[in-house]
């Protein structure tokens, strides 16, 4: 199943990743927004996802495209991943884009994509999965983003202690589009939009968090696993990492999917 290709994507669409391939796309995990003055401008918010997001994953799996679906407990041997992970090799990787990132494993847990099938009840195409530690005085490359080029759907897998979580990752809205996920160019179009204006100006925009809304939040929770659609607007929240080594300092994994 495919899905249409966004408006900023459009252009970079061959450089989507290959399965199991790191950092291929310069919009995947880009750099957006920088400096600690705007994020410390905005204490974290905690209260829970919108109704509507609520409602639409209460609706069934079949409407995973608009849901956030959210399991804890996902993976049994979440323990044994976690101290692999921990003791072993962190690597900073060069994106395309010519960024640089630092706390990336590229330990294999290749048999929890089986669990992300099981818990969405539908097979999954695996197109990318690393874990991510970010340390106190780390800000993201992207900020407020989307992933749509990596693939259809992203998942997290927080894999903090309980004493160690604080934050999660937050969801937002274009205060001036009313828009909370990136359209498509058919939807663009249909708008009477122009795609090369649109993707211009969310490309200044999106460095900008006064034009954005939170509108949705999911707290950091030891083994819980959440999944969406790469096009909605997310981040990680608060921006900046925590810790100082692989044992307390923020830690996910992130991966990217389709479906069969
Ligand atoms: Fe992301």
Redesign the pocket.
Known sequence: MRHEPSICSLRSAAKRPAKGQLFRSPR??SGLFKGSAIAAARPPRSYRLSRRYEAKASEGRSHLKHALLQIDGFAPDIQQVRESVISGDFTTEIGPDGAIYTGISKHEVQHWFDLIAQAIEHPVVPRLSFFRMNVAGELPH?WV???EICARF?GIVYLNLPEQCRGGTAFWRHTGLHIDEMPSIEQMRAGGGNPDWFCTMMNREWKDLTFWEQVGFVGMKFNRFITYP?SRF???YPFEGFGATPADARLVW?CFYDLA
């Open positions: 995947c995990m992207s983003h989307s992933d992203a790469t997310h981040s990680r992130t």
